[in-house]
């Protein structure tokens, strides 16, 4: 399976389940987690984990183990398949480690994965489904090029905010 492209600082790899340790902490911080209903238990992590895993059987992508050139594990970072509206379009989603917020590690990661989808699945264009309150993870977006078009309303938070591109 392709990859993103390394970065300067990162490089991604597919989740297996030698990954549960790290994706547990990182997807049971209530700071990451802070715009999720909740933040996820182990067992979550693991079905996270499956579910990756799935999609990259489907459609030969998913979200990515993001890691520096050294193996450390920043987070995760790739492409599923969103429900915006009741229409299914390519989406970039990302977490990073708490500890590690503001260092630009999500626009690098979010920017390899926006690379990939025009280079690798030629897609014509991009979405970003974030909690309206998130400007965080808004800038993050919008840094990858991306503004805000809607509000979807459907999902696991009541209100999405709803950022695309053309590719």
């Given amino acids: 399976m392709i990859t993103p492209q ?3 600082r990162l490089q991604f790899r597919q989740m297996t389940d ?10 049971g911080d209530p ?3 802070r715009f999720y209903t909740a933040p996820k238990s182990r067992e979550e992590a693991a079905n996270w984990i499956r579910w990756n895993q799935e999609n990259y059987a489907e459609d030969g992508f998913g979200l990515w ?4 050139h050294d193996g450390e594990f920043i987070g995760d970072c790739g ?6 509206n009741g229409e299914q379009k390519l989406g970039v989603g990302y977490h990073v480690r708490s500890d590690l917020h503001g260092q630009g590690y999500a626009t690098e990661a979010a920017t390899a994965c926006r690379d990939y989808a025009r280079e690798h699945l030629e897609a014509k ?8 309150d998130n400007r ?8 990858v090029g991306m503004h805000r078009v809607a509000d979807d309303r459907g999902g696991n938070i009541p209100v999405r905010a709803v ?5």
């Fill in 6 to 8: 390394p970065t300067d």
């Fill in 18 to 27: 030698a990954d549960l340790d790290n994706m547990a902490a990182l997807l």
């Fill in 31 to 33: 700071e990451v987690m």
């Fill in 65 to 68: 183990i993001v890691e520096t």
């Fill in 79 to 84: 492409l599923t398949w969103q429900s915006v």
């Fill in 125 to 132: 264009e991009l979405t970003a489904i974030i909690h309206p």
């Fill in 136 to 143: 965080a993870s808004e800038r993050v977006a919008e840094k």
């Fill in 163 to 167: 950022l695309r591109m053309q590719l």
